[in-house]
């Protein structure tokens, strides 16, 4: 296999492009039909004329907000990463342009409709006039946003990206030249995720529907906006940075909450490749077919910062999609729909549906590729639905596994509609969970039957939020606001019903053969063993329980086989880890975290809010953390342990303490009815500059799951306001 690699070295200069007066002129008229209003929480609610104009003053205050993370997502989803972060960037950079081209986004710019266009150009107006606007700001790549930006995207969310398993690690491997010999794994999941929890009219108190919204994301990466038009839009929630449509959030009559699909949504297929004269070829139906080939040229960083290096690489491609790896002499393509047309129209279709009929028709459009959908509304239906955009396969192929691309019994066929997929309308329980977990239990006993669905469906395992969360649901018949809340930051540890038993036990067996080795454990084991399972500031429970399951996390993920739709079960995995697991495997991970909380603190005996903190000091998208700087204790762990509030924390080498990185972000509870009553919280605070009032408002609040009134109303808005303005003034 030959690879073309040209290097060509030109100097790093960044120079804006600069804006005419037309377009200068456009956007200032455009801004006069605008008018935003900060409240005293910094949230800003924007009011158009139009949606055009809602808009443009939702980019305007993002880039206000946070310009710099605005500007990364572009980059990345452009491709464009190694071009500010240098060269180790490349290969992800290549991943991206491989499975999204610009040149079909321009494309479907061109043939959009003319009401989406408006949106898309109001977008790029937006962003460009708050550069106009503040000329000291200084891009790192992006002098001038594009309409077609807004059509890098398929459904919402930066990550949301399929490969079938494929890294850019492999990628690496496949475009150097070398071969790749480790096994291709589907889907690795990780064990975090959202929540979204639905509550019908008959359970609560109010005789309103509820919807619970907690995604669990890198933190500070969804600010809380709030959009209106004369043209029917009234939605309020959370935003990805630099998207001009709410991503989860409600309007006066509906309200959703995503969280992500583990739906089988791309597949690989491994093609018989050869060569003649000098082309590659690959086998289908029995013929030979040519390998399409395309030359990417990628441009990255020196290390020094002084000048950037241009790379082309040959890349290729078959019917079934790009090329991405190479596994056992074949060839594998990538099938998948990482961005259309069809996604960006249902995202902003849904914030502007009325009824739970309008609802149905934006999912009919079945382009979301990465989410499941928590719903409810003012009509008092809730529904789930898993997933959305989901192909037809024949059954008698393990689509877990890359498959045979030399026949056409592997093709797609087709998507299955909205009534074949795993959905659930108003449960006779009154309530809806999913947890990242099976839609097997999103209404308990009331739930879907798996039977009833192909496998490649719903191939979501069960998670220890997914139990906790139906046991917490079960529990309350008159639901508030105030009792969702309480309820979604439940904080037992469901996975500690299994584990600890199994670690007790194991302790007894080594004392009952006055085994020695674990001298120093009976009072931790002692301690886990009385524990009632939640945590808690005060609680060397929780720091044992913690610090003990990270040093087994290693062993839970890797039980189990790593390449099949299993993998994604973590409940049963952990089961299979305690059963084959000799006490040494229990035993020797506690003593390792003891030592470590000796060598930090001197003690194991440390209380877990001494530890675990909540720190924002810095407005670097790449968090610092320090020890001697103001922090907060929390008591939230992460989801992987059953806790339905996630808090994902870590230790960095400057520090002794951990501090929390992912989980809760935008945590939204929302009652319909004659009016909207909701309550909010964001971790941190909605501004990205340290010197904003704003940057950590809510960061006190946050480590204590303390929520904020959401303002909705125009005339609750007006009496709290901290500032209003035109975009550009």
């Known amino acids: 296999m030959k690879f073309c690699i040209l290097l060509i070295f030109f100097p790093l200069q960044l120079i804006a492009q600069s804006f005419s007066n037309h377009e200068i002129s456009q956007w200032e008229n455009q801004a006069k039909n605008v008018t935003i209003i900060r409240d005293v929480w910094g949230i800003p609610h924007i009011y158009g004329k139009t949606d055009a104009d809602a808009v443009f003053g939702l980019l305007y205050a993002q880039c206000e907000d946070d310009f710099k993370r605005v500007e990364l997502n572009y980059i990345e989803k452009l491709g464009r990463l190694a071009e500010v972060k240098g060269e180790k960037e490349l290969y992800n950079d290549l991943l991206i342009r491989l499975i999204i081209d610009s040149a079909d986004a321009v494309t479907d710019y061109k043939k959009s409709p003319l009401w989406l266009q408006k949106l898309m150009n109001s977008f790029a107006d937006g962003i460009n006039y708050y550069l106009y606007k503040h000329p000291s700001v200084k891009p790192a790549l992006l002098h001038r946003f594009k309409p077609w930006y807004t059509l ?11 490969t079938g398993g494929i890294t850019a690690e492999e990628v690496k491997l496949f475009y150097s030249g070398s071969t790749l010999q480790k096994r291709v794994i589907k889907k690795e999941k990780d064990l975090v995720g959202s929540n979204g929890f639905a509550f019908a009219p008959s359970i609560t108190a109010s005789g309103k529907s509820i919807l619970y919204i907690n995604p669990h994301v890198t933190f500070y990466f969804r600010p809380e906006v709030h959009m209106v038009s004369e043209e029917g839009l009234n939605v309020y929630g959370a935003v990805t940075w630099g998207q001009f449509f709410i991503y989860q959030g409600f309007n006066e009559k509906c309200g959703w909450m995503h969280t992500s699909s583990s739906v089988d949504v791309a597949d ?70 990482n961005r259309s047309l069809n996604g ?49 396969r024949n059954i008698k192929f393990n689509w877990s596994r890359p498959v045979d691309g030399s026949i056409s019994a592997t093709e797609w066929q087709g998507l299955h509609k909205i009534d074949e997929t795993v959905h659930l309308y108003n449960p006779a329980n009154g309530w809806l969970q999913n947890c990242n977990s099976t839609p097997f239990t999103v209404a308990g006993n009331n739930s879907p039957k798996k039977e009833n669905y192909p496998f490649y469906m719903a191939p979501d395992g069960e998670n220890f939020r ?24 439940n904080t037992y540890m469901a996975a500690f019903d299994k584990l600890i038993p199994a670690l007790v ?45 990270t040093q087994l996390l290693p062993k839970l993920v890797e039980s189990g086989s790593a390449d099949e739709y299993g993998f994604l079960d973590q409940v049963m995995r952990t089961e299979q880890f305690i059963n084959s697991a000799q006490p040494y495997d229990l035993l020797q991970p506690l003593e390792l975290a003891v030592n470590d909380l000796k060598n930090k603190f001197g003690t194991w005996n440390v209380p877990w809010g001494d530890i675990n903190r909540f720190q924002r000091i810095t407005a670097d998208i790449d968090q610092k953390y320090n020890d001697n700087a103001p922090s907060f204790p929390v008591s939230f762990t992460s989801a992987t342990w059953g806790m ?64 904020k009134e959401v303002l909705f109303y125009k005339e609750d808005v007006l009496k709290h306001v901290e500032r209003q303005y035109h975009p550009g003034e």
């Open 152 to 162: 890098l995207w398929t459904d919402g969310s930066i990550g949301a990206i399929s």
């Open 268 to 337: 690989l297929y491994a093609e018989k490749i050869n060569k003649f004269k000098n082309r590659w070829q690959y086998l289908y139906n029995g013929k030979s077919k040519p390998v399409l080939e395309k030359e990417i040229k990628l441009n990255y960083l020196t290390e020094g910062n002084t000048h950037t290096i241009s790379k082309t690489i040959i890349t290729f491609s078959t019917h079934h999609g790009p090329v991405m790896a190479q596994k056992d002499g074949r060839w594998l393509a990538l099938k998948a729909n």
């Open 344 to 392: 960006l129209i249902q995202s902003w279709q849904r914030t502007k549906a009325k009824s739970f009929a309008d609802y149905k028709k934006t999912m009919e459009l079945r382009s979301n590729t990465s989410n499941n959908t928590v719903y409810a509304d003012s009509e008092g239906n809730i529904a789930y639905w898993h997933g959305n955009f989901i192909p037809k």
């Open 466 to 489: 997914g139990i906790n969360a139906v046991r917490v649901l079960s529990n309350e018949r008159s639901y508030t606001l105030d009792k969702v809340i309480h309820a979604g930051y």
């Open 505 to 549: 036990k194991a302790f007894e067996k080594t004392q009952v053969l006055n085994d020695t080795i674990f001298p120093g454990l009976k009072e931790p084991v002692n301690i886990l063993k009385n524990w009632d399972k939640h945590a808690a500031i005060s609680s060397v429970a929780t720091t044992l329980a913690v610090e003990w399951g």
């Open 644 to 707: 339905l509030p996630s808090y994902s924390a870590s230790y960095f080498p400057q520090t002794k303490k951990r501090y929390g990185i992912n989980g809760n972000s935008f945590i939204c509870a929302v009652e319909f009815g004659t009016k909207i009553k909701a309550k909010s919280l964001l971790a941190g605070g909605q501004r990205g500059d340290t010197a904003s009032v704003h940057f950590n408002d809510q960061g006190e609040m946050y480590a204590k799951g303390q929520f």
